[in-house]
């Protein structure tokens, strides 16, 4: 008998992510720290990953990211897990060096070789990615859990920031949504071969595309869309400089499958915990919408801030990479923070 590990855990993949409301509560004396001089990039602003200067040239990138079982083949979650985190790296525009990996496994209940398979998927990953798996640390636990902490590294003027955003800029995802409702649809024994093999193309495709725009003095802002939703991550980006961001539906691209499961009213519980933390900043809302719009992604694409005078270079720029993209929207400055859909 084959075994199911979603079937091991409440939640899967990001999903499984703490509330939105409930972070907030937890991280709200957080930045009641000493001030460090060499960190650029901390907690301030929820940006994908710490960033540290080393010298006048170049600055270490740092992250951790890691879940519960998001599919059931343990080699598959293995690399999943490794693709989501290491892509905190490349949101930045930074190079990843290596890795280090968490594993939590409940060895009473799961096989030891199946731990095995998942770190091997994270290896697999991690050569793709041409950096080291360079160790780790496990527990035991109640329910298994994978992911890495990964370190990067960046010129310091190539740094990108989430919340960086320009008035005008033009907004460009590089992953179709939808992944959080396939997964539920995983979880719930409901998604063809077809559909799975999507599923895992769209979620073990390393956002290396990251490190060249780095380079890229016409991209304001970047971030990646994990377990928040687009709008989740998109609050993140105008709430700080109070810009509003206004999205053409049309334009978001979100996998077939998953807008059918969509349909069908299948979707991870994440995603009314993601509606109900940013409701208050959204307009144009209809029908369905809150299902594809708030569905926390895991391995997501990254949203990328470009000044207006540079889309045509920038679209160019993506092409020659052979790299899937959408232009779906514009920022504006604004007196109060709103994401904005439109027909």
């Known amino acids: 008998m084959s075994i199911k590990l979603t079937h091991y855990s409440k939640a899967s993949g990001c999903g499984c992510k703490i509330a939105p409301s409930a972070l907030s509560e937890i991280l709200n004396n957080f930045n009641n720290q000493p001030a460090f001089e060499n960190l650029i990039v901390g907690n301030h602003f929820n940006d994908d990953a710490a960033v540290l200067q080393l010298n006048e040239e170049y600055s270490i990138i740092s992250t951790t990211d890691f879940f519960t079982p998001i599919v059931n083949d343990a080699f598959d979650f293995g690399k999943i897990a490794a693709c989501n985190a290491i892509s905190d790296v490349y949101a930045m525009g930074g190079k990843p060096l290596m890795a280090v990996a968490l594993l939590g496994w409940p060895v009473s209940k799961l096989p030891n070789e199946l731990a095995a398979e998942v770190i091997n998927g994270a290896k697999h990953i991690c050569n793709t ?3 080291p798996l360079a160790g780790g640390h496990s527990i035991d636990s109640q329910e298994p859990f994978f992911g ?40 719930r024994e409901l998604i063809t071969e077809s559909e799975y093999i999507e599923y895992l193309t769209t979620t073990t495709d390393l956002n290396k595309i990251g490190s060249v725009l780095g380079n890229c003095t016409y991209i304001n802002a970047l971030t990646d869309v994990t377990g928040f939703g687009l709008v989740g991550h998109l609050f993140e980006m105008i709430k700080p400089k109070s810009f509003s961001v206004t999205l053409e539906k049309n334009k978001i691209p979100i996998l077939e499958s998953a807008l059918n499961y969509g349909r069908q009213f299948v979707y991870p519980d994440n995603t009314t915990k993601n509606y109900n933390a940013y409701s208050n900043f959204i307009e144009g809302f209809k029908d369905l919408d809150m299902l594809y719009y708030c569905d926390p992604q895991t391995s997501g694409g990254l949203l990328v801030s470009v000044n207006a005078n540079f889309t045509n270079e920038f679209e160019n720029l993506l092409k020659s990479e052979n790299q899937f993209f959408s232009k779906i929207g514009y920022f504006t400055k604004s007196e109060e923070s709103k994401i904005i859909f439109v027909e």
């Open 148 to 187: 890495l902490a990964v370190t990067g590294q960046i010129k310091t003027g190539n740094i990108k920031k989430n919340h960086t955003i320009q008035n005008g800029d033009v907004l460009y995802i590089t992953k179709p949504l939808g992944i959080g409702i396939l997964s539920s649809a995983i979880k």
């Open 129 to 131: 990615a041409k950096i």
